[in-house]
């Protein structure tokens, strides 16, 4: 609705775009949706249109129904989808690794719901990642070869791979960018200093599945779901 408010002016959408992005430049979706409305014929319509698919997003559904019962898995800190699919299922033991302080948040939510849950310091990442069934992981922008998620990723995904335990990705409508809006995205999510950041690069190749609207899907099939028009204006 913001917006939209400026929908007729392209070069003040451009502006409020540029804003919103500043603010949020990890959010996949918010880039998704300024370069909808940029690049189509109405803004005001590809608002609409995104907002009615954000809404109509099935990802957490799915897993909800693809989570095996009774299993045991690792996540990093409270992520939007992964934190409101643990909360529908009182079967899941979740170990939330709370590296980015907002982890302690759904491990009370989810003690209050008679789930079980166990706070996990970021040092025990690894040894987490060696007693549970799954790693399942969150990303705000999904690239050709990386995706975006709260520090720490890379570690539980890396102990994972040596393990052999399964590491799933979540990544709902709007994650998925193409190489020319990734690259500035992540150069302004990561700075110099990246082990201070709250948000890492995890290379796809440390995942073996990708959860969206569909369900799991393989990383190559994930890397086809691409639908953010380019729009380079949004980093200049």
């Known amino acids: 609705m913001a917006l939209s408010a400026v929908g007729d002016d392209p070069m003040e959408l451009v502006l409020a775009c540029r804003k919103l ?21 109405d803004a005001r319509t590809e608002a609409r249109d995104a907002v009615e698919e954000i809404e109509r997003d099935t990802t957490m559904r799915e897993l909800v129904h693809v989570l095996e019962p009774g ?33 302690y948040g759904l491990v009370h939510q989810l003690e ?18 060696s007693v549970v ?3 399942l992981l969150e990303t705000d922008a999904l690239g050709p070869d990386a995706a975006l998620c709260p520090i720490g990723s890379m570690s539980a995904a890396a102990v994972g791979r040596y393990l052999e335990t399964p590491v799933w990705l979540v990544a709902g409508v709007g994650r998925c960018l193409p190489l020319r809006m990734w690259e500035p995205l992540t150069d302004r999510t990561i700075d110099d200093d990246p082990w201070h950041a709250l948000f890492e690069e995890l ?13 799991p899907i393989s990383v190559a099939e994930a890397r086809l779901r691409v639908d953010c028009p380019v729009a380079p204006e949004l980093f200049r």
């Not at 996949?28 to 940029?38: E, F, K, N």
């Not at 299993?71 to 990093?76: D, G, I, Y």
């Not at 899941?92 to 982890?103: L, P, Q, R």
């Open 21 to 41: 992005i500043e603010h949020r430049p990890q959010a996949g979706p918010l880039v998704w949706l300024s370069a909808r409305m940029i690049t189509g014929a």
């Open 71 to 103: 299993c045991r898995v690792l996540v990093m800190g409270r992520t939007d989808i992964v934190s409101a699919a643990l909360l529908q299922r009182a079967d899941i033991e979740a170990f939330v690794a709370d590296t980015t302080g907002d982890g």
């Open 133 to 135: 069934d799954l790693i």
């Open 203 to 215: 290379p796809l190749d440390l995942v073996d599945r990708v959860v969206g609207p569909s369900g």
């Open 112 to 129: 209050v719901g008679d789930h079980l849950a166990v706070d996990v310091e970021p040092a025990g990442i690894a040894s987490a990642a």
